[in-house]
């Protein structure tokens, strides 16, 4: 073998070393943009099944705390808009449930530790001292539903779920917008409850 065969023989050992080497980094490379684009995709996935999770719990409290409200309220606004929580929610949560069971999503079949103690604490109550509680608390969950539903539905990525978001969210704004008005419908100018009757309890 001459000395110019081999110099071409080893610059040709070199080159394919070379090739060998970039095309095993772009591999590596590819797989970790691969890996980190699921973990993102499963991330993204996992906050849009933790709010379908949330969202479904949150529905089952509101149907059965309008449901106690319709029972033990004093206060016409707190029947009416617990009737009205009683029907909204259940048609909300069949929807959601529709679009759960499209994406693969197991939702909670009970309340959280949270919404079952405050079903409890509620449930002690009567007259005026349950008609104020539940207003209070009605108007705190819906300010943290719209607002929940408000970020999902601009920025959630599972297309089934951030429909219903979209969907579902004038309705809890409505909702937002009648427990203000319940709250202060029981509450009164003079800050006393007034019960069905129109007389005023001490608070």
Sequence with gaps: ?????????AVGK???????TTFCIFLAGWALLAHQGASQS????????????????????EVKMGELAQEKGTNEADKK???RMTQDHTKAGDELKQAATKEN????????????????????????????AYARDMVKDHEQDVAEFMH??????????????EQTLPTLEDHLKEAREMMQSISGP?????????SSQPR
Excluded: C, H, W
């Excluded at 999902?152 to 219903?164: D, H, L, Q």
């Excluded at 003079?190 to 129109?198: A, H, I």
């Design 14 to 20: 070199l080159l394919y070393t070379a090739v060998v």
């Design 105 to 132: 999503i197991t939702l909670p079949a009970d309340l959280d530790a949270k919404d079952q103690a405050t079903y409890v604490s509620l449930s002690k109550l009567s007259g005026s001292a349950f008609d104020r």
């Design 81 to 83: 808009f617990g009737q």
């Design 42 to 61: 499963a991330k993204k996935s996992g906050t849009d099944e933790q709010f379908a999770k949330k969202a479904a719990q949150g529905g089952m409290a």
């Design 190 to 198: 003079s800050g006393k409850s007034k019960s069905l009757t129109g």
């Design 1 to 9: 073998m001459s000395e110019g065969e081999g110099t071409r023989g």
């Design 152 to 165: 999902e539905a601009s920025s959630g990525k599972n297309a089934s779920i951030k429909s219903f978001a």
